[in-house]
């Protein structure tokens, strides 16, 4: 079973920047689309970014571009969103997902870490 670890997650002032670590294990990172998605309290499931098997191609929501970054480094089995110039609206449990489209129909498809924790506050 593909198992996932999210970690990075804390509290930072609108503005500031994080970097999201994945760790996958019970898979080879590099043979899976991967990305990242999010969730706010009291909202539906975000879709974020992707990143393709081999980091040749990525794709983000408008909500994000130009402010994250998706990359990975398949051999070490990890999985990075670099997130600058935060907002209040960024606030949301961030998910790493084994899945180009980690959102079908309003729902959660592939496996899923247990998530990490951002809030961005003054």
């Known amino acids: 079973e593909d198992q996932l670890v999210e970690s990075g997650g804390g509290l930072v002032q609108p503005g500031g920047s994080l970097n999201l670590t994945c760790i996958a294990s019970g898979f080879l990172l590099g043979s899976r689309d991967m990305s990242w998605a999010r969730q706010a309290p009291g909202t539906g499931l975000e879709w974020i970014a992707s990143?393709?098997?081999?980091?040749?191609?990525?794709d983000y929501a408008p909500s994000v571009k130009g402010r994250f970054t998706i990359s990975r480094e398949n051999r070490k089995n990890t999985l990075y969103l670099r997130m600058t110039s935060l907002k209040p609206e960024d606030t949301a449990v961030y998910y790493c997902v084994n899945r180009w489209e980690p959102i079908v129909y309003g729902r959660r498809d592939g496996d899923w870490g247990r998530g990490t924790q951002v809030t961005v506050s003054a």
């Open positions: 990143i393709r098997r081999g980091g040749g191609r990525t």
